[in-house]
Every structure is written in structure tokens, then in C-alpha cells.
Antibody, heavy 119, light 108 residues
């Protein structure tokens, strides 16, 4: 059974940093692109960033470029999101998501971890 | 940059009725569109990809159609568990991957 479990969310002050983790199991992690998708309270879905299975390609939405970095450790079946210079508008539930094989669609989602940026 | 719009914002229907949800893309996204369902407090679930392919385990009452700029998700007969928010998503011209704003299907 595919499982994606996020951790690392919490309350952080504006300008602060946070590192999210995603632990994957139930599939060959090193074969898949992985993404982070976020959802602000009461709002829609926003793709944040993704990373190729071999780490040779990474992409992110313009609003987080230069502040967020996605990485992965295939030996640990884990993906990470380093978030720096956090802003109030980054407040959201962050989902770890598997890209459907050959797709850029998202076929498995974690339950999400809440990041709150507030003073 | 591609823009996705969904209509209506809210659809009020009764169980057993047919639901027709629209997603419009500008410019064209060819055949690269997906649909997701999200219930309160849950993660989204992939329903349809590449316009009309049902994801694993998705019931046959869900179907997708369209091409280019106009797409439709149809739920042939609403079950109680189908009342949720539905998002379309394009992967034609990435990055970024884009989601539509969503359509809420609620009980009339």
C-alpha cells in the first residue's frame, strides 16, 4: 500500500524557516517524480514544487523561487521542502504527492502538514 | 500562461441526479487535463486523467470528456459520498502545474 507521511509543520514567525519531510513507502520511491502541493485555509490547491526521481530536475512556482528548495534522499525514501523567508501567505496545509508514472498528475497524496506563518 | 476556470462555483443537486461540471482552459491544454475530488478534511483524490481515463478504483459513474479548451466531468448519478469539491488540473504547459479554482457539489 502506498503511503506518504508528512512531518515538520508548525507555527513560525514571518521571515523564519521550516523544513518539511515526507516519508514514502509501498512503492519504489526512486522511480517517481514527487511534488509538494499546498492549500491555504479555505482555498484551492496550489502546486509548489517538484523533483525528478534522480534529482536532476527541479521546478517550482514563481512565488516560492529563491525561498523554497525541494530535495530528496532515495536511500531514505524521503522528500524534503526547505522553506526560508516565510511569509504570511505561505500559511497552508502542505501535501506530499506522488506524480503518476509518465504523468505530472498526482495519484497518491499524504494527509498534509499545516504550516502557519504568524507573529 | 495557462488559466483554468471552473463553473459553476457551486452546484446544488440531490442524490441520484446527474452532475455536469465544466473546466475551461485558456489557451488550449490539448488532452492533458485531470480531475480531483476533495472532501472536507481529506487530501484530494485523482479521479480522471488525460481528459477521460479513470484512475484506479474510480467508479464508472465518473466520466470525463472534452478537448483543447473545454472539458466536462460528469457524475451520472450522485451518491451521498460524491458531495465534495472538484478541481481540474492541467499538465500541458508546465511548469507550473495549475489547478482550477474548484466546483463545490453540495446537497440540495
Amino acid at each position: 500500500e502506498v503511503q506518504l507521511v508528512e512531518s515538520g509543520g508548525g507555527l513560525v514567525q514571518p521571515g523564519g524557516s521550516l523544513r518539511l519531510s515526507c516519508a514514502a513507502s509501498g512503492f519504489t520511491f526512486s522511480n517517481y517524480w514527487m511534488s509538494w502541493v499546498r492549500q491555504a485555509p479555505g482555498k484551492g490547491l496550489e502546486w509548489v514544487a517538484n523533483i525528478k526521481y534522480d534529482e536532476t530536475e527541479r521546478y517550482s512556482v514563481d512565488s516560492v523561487k529563491g525561498r523554497f528548495t525541494v530535495s530528496r534522499d532515495n536511500a531514505m525514501n524521503s522528500m524534503y521542502l526547505q522553506m526560508n523567508s516565510l511569509r504570511a501567505e505561505d500559511t497552508a496545509v502542505y501535501f506530499c504527492v506522488r506524480d503518476k508514472s509518465g504523468g505530472w498528475y498526482f495519484d497518491y497524496w499524504g494527509q498534509g502538514t499545516l504550516v502557519t506563518v504568524s507573529s | 500562461e495557462i488559466v483554468l476556470t471552473q463553473s459553476p462555483a457551486t452546484l446544488s443537486l440531490s442524490p441520484g441526479e446527474r452532475a455536469t461540471l465544466s473546466c475551461r482552459a485558456s489557451p488550449s491544454v490539448s488532452g492533458y487535463l485531470a480531475w480531483y475530488q476533495q472532501k472536507p478534511g481529506q487530501a484530494p483524490r485523482l479521479l480522471i486523467y488525460d481528459v477521460s481515463n479513470r484512475a484506479t478504483g474510480i467508479p464508472a459513474r465518473f466520466s470525463g470528456s472534452g478537448s483543447g479548451t473545454d472539458f466536462t466531468l460528469t457524475i451520472s448519478s450522485l451518491e451521498p459520498e460524491d458531495f465534495a469539491v472538484y478541481y481540474c488540473q492541467q499538465r500541458s504547459n508546465w511548469p507550473p502545474v495549475l489547478f482550477g479554482p474548484g466546483t463545490k457539489v453540495d446537497i440540495k
